[in-house]
RNA sequence: GUGGGUGUGGCCUAAGGGUUAAGGCACCUGGUUGUGGCCCAGGAGAUUGUGGGUUCGAAUCCCACCACUCACCCCA
C-alpha cells in the first residue's frame, strides 16, 4: 500500500493548534460583529473567468497560480486564489445594491494559489477577509484598516504599523504610469530583463522590484503622490489625518503595488514578524472599479484579506498565550459487566446536563482506567463497580487531591454541576 | 519556474562501509485480588523517502525521482 502524504503546501491544523486558530477566528469575528459586518459564505470554486477578469490578466495570480479546471460539463473553473471577487459577485447577483449601502461582509475559509511553498506560504491557506460595499468616504477604508489593527494588537502583535500608499484612479492613474515608463526608458541600461518585461504588462510593478541594479532607479523614481487627480489626494489626505488623530502608525511606502490591478486609491499592509521572509499578515485597499467590472452597477469598495496561518505564526513567534479548547471535565470508570450499562446511563446523564464526560471503553482493570482519566485532564474520575451497584453509591475521585466522596449515583450530576458551574 | 539544505519507528536523535539498525519521549501491559501522576520491569512499533548503481557487504558512497525545508519570484 502507498503511503499517502498531505499534497505540497497544505497543512494539518492538528487538535493542539486548533486553541490558537479558535481564538483568532472568535476575535475577528467579534471585531467585526463590533462594526457591523455580516457574515457570508461563498463558493470555494467560481467560473474562472471571475478572477480573470476581477484579479486581472497579466497578474501573477492568474498568470501562474490558479487552480483552474475543466468540470464534467466543459466549464473552466478555479479555485478561488482570493475573495474580493467572489463576494462582490454575490452582491450583484443577489441584488445587495438595494440593501442599505454600505453593505459590510465578512468571511473566511481556504484560499488556493499553485505557488512554491516555504515559511509563511501555502498552497492551501486561509483568510480572514473583510469588505464594505457601496461607499467611497475614506473612513471606511479607515474602519477596515482599524479592524485589522485592532485584531493584530488584541492578538499581542508587537511594533505594530501599516504600510500605505494610494494608486490612485483612471483619472490619474494613467498619467502617472506614463511618467513611470517615461522615467524607466530613460534609465533602461540600470534596471534588470524583469522590470524591462514587467514596464509591458503590469508598470507599477517596476517599483516592487528586489533587484540589486534596480534599487538606485527605484529610489529615484517618481512618486504617485506627486501626481495624484485632487480627488485621490484629498482622499487619501482624509484617511492619513484620520490615523495621525487616532495614533495608529503606518508608514507611506511609495513602493507598495499590490499583486492585484483591482486596486484603485488606497492600497495598504500590515507587516509582522515571526513568518520567515513573508511579513504580511494583511493586504487589503480600495477597488472602486471592480464591482462594474464585473458586471454590476458602480460600486466602491474596501476590503482587506488576513491570512490565519501567518497570524498564527507571527502569535506563536511572540509567545501569546491562547486558552485551552473545552474538553470533559469527568471520566467514568466501570468495572465489570454490570456496571457498564449504569455506566453509559450516567455518562449521558451528564453529557445530557452540558458536562463533558468521558466513558471507558472496553473491560479494562481500575488502574488502566484512571491511568486513562489522569491522561485525559479530567477534574473527577466515577467509579462504578459491583459494589457500587449494590450500595447505590458511586465513588467520585478528585483527580486533583486523590480525594474520594461517595455519592449516590442518582446525585452524580447534581453532586459535579455544584463544583464545576460554581468555578 | 530557479537555487541551497534535509530525508532513520508517531516525535527527537545515534550508528567515523561490516554481525539480528541503538537510545530518549510518547504508547501499551505488569509491579497480587477494584485506584492515576513518580519509580521499576516488560512489550509493541523501522522493508533506514522511493528506485537504480558501486561493493563480498550500503542507513552510510554515486545517480535519478519524490517529499520536506529555506530563499528567489510573488504574496496572506
Known sequence: MPRYQRPTGTLDVLPEDQPYWDYVLTRARRLAELCGFERIDVPVFEVTELFARGVGEGTDIVDKEMYSFQ???????????????????????????????????????????????????????????????????????????????????????????????????????????????????????????????????????????????????????????????????????????????????????????????????????????????????????????????????PTPGVGFGSGLERIVMAMKYFGVQVPPLPSPTVFVAHLGPQAGPEAVRLAYALRGAEIGTWIAFGQRGLKSQLREASKRGVRYAVILGEQELVSGMAIVRDMESGEQTQVPVAGVVEWVRERTHAA
Request: hydrophobic content about 35%; charged content about 25%; proline content about 5%.
Open 71 to 297: 468540470d464534467k460539463g466543459g466549464h473552466s473553473i478555479t479555485l478561488r486564489p482570493e475573495f474580493t471577487a467572489g463576494v462582490i459577485r454575490a452582491y450583484i447577483e443577489n441584488g445587495m445594491q438595494v440593501r442599505t449601502q454600505p453593505v459590510k461582509l465578512y468571511t473566511y475559509g481556504p484560499i488556493f494559489r499553485y505557488e512554491r511553498p516555504q515559511a509563511g506560504r501555502f498552497r492551501q491557506h486561509t483568510q480572514f477577509n473583510v469588505e464594505i460595499l457601496g461607499e467611497q468616504d475614506p473612513l471606511a477604508d479607515l474602519e477596515v484598516m482599524l479592524l485589522a489593527w485592532d485584531l493584530y494588537a488584541g492578538l499581542g502583535f508587537q511594533e505594530l504599523a501599516f504600510q500605505l500608499n494610494s494608486t490612485g484612479c483612471p483619472q490619474c492613474k494613467p498619467g502617472y504610469v506614463e511618467v513611470l515608463r517615461a522615467y524607466y526608458v530613460a534609465h533602461a541600461d540600470r534596471i534588470c530583463d524583469d522590470c524591462r518585461r514587467r514596464l509591458e504588462r503590469s508598470p507599477l510593478r517596476v517599483l516592487d522590484c528586489k533587484a540589486e541594479v534596480c534599487q538606485p532607479v527605484i529610489a529615484e523614481a517618481p512618486h504617485i503622490m506627486d501626481y495624484l487627480c485632487t480627488e485621490c489626494e484629498a482622499h487619501f489626505a482624509r484617511l492619513r489625518e484620520y490615523l495621525d488623530l487616532l495614533g495608529r502608525r503606518y508608514v507611506i511606502n511609495h513602493r507598495l503595488v499590490r499583486g492585484l490591478d483591482y486596486y484603485t486609491k488606497t492600497v495598504f499592509e500590515v507587516w509582522a514578524a515571526g513568518i520567515g521572509a513573508q511579513s504580511a499578515v494583511c493586504g487589503g485597499g480600495r477597488y472602486d472599479g471592480l464591482a462594474e467590472l464585473l458586471g454590476g452597477p
